[in-house]
Every structure is written in C-alpha cells, then in structure tokens.
C-alpha cells in the first residue's frame, strides 16, 4: 500500500538546522510532485516548498525562500526539506504529500519545534 513516512523532526534552537526526510513506497515515486506542507497551533496547513516529479523546478513560501531546499532522490524515492536559520514561528507539524493528477498522498507528520 501506499505509504509516505516522514523523518527528522525534533527540537531545535533559533538559527538552528533540521533536515527532513520523506521515504515513499507502492506508488511510482518519480512520476509525482512533491511537496512539504505545514501546520501550526490553530493554523490552516500552509504549502512550504515544492519539487517536480524530475527535481528540476522547485517552488517556496515566500517566508522560508532562502533558509529552506527541498529535493528529491528518486532512486531512493526519497524527498528533502534541508531548513536553516530556523525561527520559532516555523514551528509546526511537517507533512509531505505526493500528487499526480487526481492522485494525493500524504504522510502522518513530523513535529518540529524552534525553541530556546
């Protein structure tokens, strides 16, 4: 079956670096986008970054373009989300979610908390 697992999340002091990861599998990973939402206390999920099914278009937030880069390794059917100078308000829970067409998967989450 169809499952996305993300990865990496955890406690992290402003400025900080976080790396996460989203594993894939029972889908054709290289032929989805790729995309890192995110979702604070009593926020609506927000799109973070996103990546082509060929890694070669990338897309952002305006409030992590420069500090976050999403990428993707299809042989390992694996995508990225590398975040530096983290801040408290990127506090949330971190999704990945795959698309194609009508087709849409999403992981359970990873919690990333920026605090000192």
């Known amino acids: 079956q169809v499952q996305l697992v993300e990865s990496g999340g955890g406690l992290v002091q402003p400025g900080g670096s976080l790396r996460l990861s989203c594993a894939a599998s029972g889908f054709t990973f290289s032929s989805y986008a790729m995309s890192w939402y995110r979702q604070a206390p009593g926020k609506e999920r927000e799109l973070v970054a996103t990546?082509?099914?060929?890694?070669?278009?990338?897309n952002y937030a305006d409030s992590v373009k420069g500090r976050f880069t999403i990428s993707r390794d299809n042989a390992k059917n694996t995508v990225y989300l590398q975040m530096n100078s983290l801040k408290p308000e990127d506090t949330a829970v971190y999704y990945c979610k795959a698309a194609r067409a009508d087709l849409v998967y999403w992981g359970q989450g990873t919690q990333v908390t920026v605090s000192s």
């Open positions: 990546v082509t099914y060929a890694g070669g278009t990338t």
